[in-house]
Each structure stands twice: as C-alpha cells, then as structure tokens.
Nanobody
C-alpha cells in the first residue's frame, strides 16, 4: 500500500528556514510526481510545489517561488521541501501527495496523501 509520511515541521521565527521531508513507500519514486500542499484552517488547500518523477521538472506556486525548493532522493525514497525566508503567512499544515502520473500536471487529482505536519511562523 503506498504511503507518505511528512516530517521536519515545527515552530520557526520569521525569516527562518526549515526542511520538510516526505518519506514514501510503495512507489517507484522516479516514476511518480510528488507534490506539496499547504492549508490554513478555513482556507482551501493550496498546491505549492511539485517534482516530476521522470524528468525531475518542478513547479512552484507564485506565493513560494524563490523561497521554497523541492528536491528528491530516489535512493532514500524521499522528497524534500526546503522552505526559507518564512513569514507568518506561511503558517499552515503542510502535506505531501502522490498521483498516478510521472509528470507534474496542474489540476490533476492526487491519489495518496500524507497526514500533514504543522509549520508555525511566529516571533
């Protein structure tokens, strides 16, 4: 059964950085697009980044472009999201998700989700 587990969240001061990890199992990671989403209570879940399985192409939402970096380690079956220059607006639950596609295509359905982790930015 495919499985995703996020880690690396927590509290950070404005301007700080974190590295989020998404450990996957049950996937062939180099053939699976993995995405990161975030959600603030009362708001819609926002797709913030994606990395393609086949070509490693990446996608970033405008809200995080230039501050967040997605990468993957196929040997460790892990996708990372380095988040930097954080502000209070980045406070949210962060989720990784996988789909039955090898490329990042906007508007497509995610088939598997992690349970999410909280990132809290405050002074």
């Amino acid at each position: 059964q495919p499985h995703l587990v996020e880690s690396g969240g927590g509290w950070v001061q404005p301007g700080g950085s974190l590295r989020l990890s998404c450990v996957t199992s049950g996937f062939t990671l180099d053939k699976t697009a993995i995405s990161w989403f975030r959600q603030v209570p009362g708001m819609e879940r926002e797709k913030i980044s994606c990395i393609g399985g086949v070509d490693g192409s990446t996608f970033y939402a405008d809200s995080v472009k230039g501050r967040f970096t997605i990468s993957r380690d196929n040997a460790e079956s892990t996708v990372y999201l380095q988040i930097a220059n954080l502000s209070r607006e980045d406070t949210a639950a962060y989720y990784c998700a996988a789909q039955h596609l090898s490329k990042c295509i906007q508007g497509t359905v995610m088939h598997y989700w992690g349970n999410g982790i909280l990132v809290a930015v405050s002074s």
